[in-house]
């Protein structure tokens, strides 16, 4: 089965609002962890990542969280807008960004922006 | 820059043929990888290649095949396709083969469609 996984299909917020995108994963060797955003018919696009021996990670309006204790990465966008209606993949790695056994992905959360 | 090229964007086969997909790294990558995506789901690992070797290999039949060239850029081969192979294929190109900050970008996929 799947190593990472999302707790929601679907994450429906008010533009303007923040966003919390959640994700699970089982494996507690991996020491490498990515977000991707995925817009229709397009292919997954690099928002951030974060190294095992991390907790935090800030970027332009997002934020990275990662709590080993629990294997729970989250993913939060500040002042959501329209353009970031889009699927969020968390993705995690053994091998810091490639290796034998490639990214593993989870099935996605597809955020929605209400006007 | 140019990012990750792939080609062609579109495509439609009959079960049994055979099918060549192309990608052309970002400038400087020597490291390709190739992933399936299945509607509605996350991208699975295919191949991995760096410096013309492969380099890992995810739980796909000997009917996927790949090779990287001198450039660096790759070819995914599928032969007999079946009408599950059906989805977006993805390429993506990093630095290195692995380790610290070795980001992973991706095309805009190849869309297979087998009938």
């Known amino acids: 089965g799947e190593s990472v996984g999302l707790h929601l299909p679907t994450l429906s917020v008010q533009e303007g609002d923040n966003s919390i995108i959640n994700c699970a994963y089982s494996?507690?060797?991996?020491?490498?962890f990515i977000w991707y955003k995925q817009e229709s018919g397009k292919g997954p696009q690099f928002i951030i990542d974060?190294?095992?021996?991390?907790d935090k990670r800030q970027g332009q309006r997002v934020t990275v969280l990662l709590n080993k204790t629990v294997k729970h990465l989250s993913l939060q966008i500040a002042a959501t807008q329209p353009g970031d209606s889009a699927v969020y993949f968390c993705a995690e790695n053994l091998y810091s960004g490639g290796g034998a056994d490639g990214l593993t992905f989870g099935k996605g959360t597809h955020l929605i922006i209400q006007p | 820059d140019a990012g990750v090229t792939q080609s062609p964007t579109h495509l439609i086969k009959t079960r049994g043929q055979h099918v060549t997909l192309r990608c052309s790294p970002i400038?400087?990558?020597?490291?390709v990888s190739w992933y399936q995506q299945v509607l509605g789901q996350g991208p699975q690992f295919i191949f991995q290649y760096y410096e013309k070797e492969e380099r890992g290999r995810g739980n796909f039949p000997d009917r996927f095949s790949a090779r990287q060239f001198p450039n660096y850029s790759s070819e995914l081969n599928v032969n007999a396709l079946l009408l599950g192979d059906s989805a977006l294929y993805l390429c993506a190109s990093s630095l290195a083969y692995r380790g610290p900050g070795n980001t992973i970008y991706f095309g805009e996929g190849s869309w297979l469609t087998v009938v």
């Open positions: 494996n507690s060797a991996s020491d490498y």
């Open positions: 400038s400087g990558h020597k490291s």
């Open positions: 974060i190294r095992s021996n991390m």
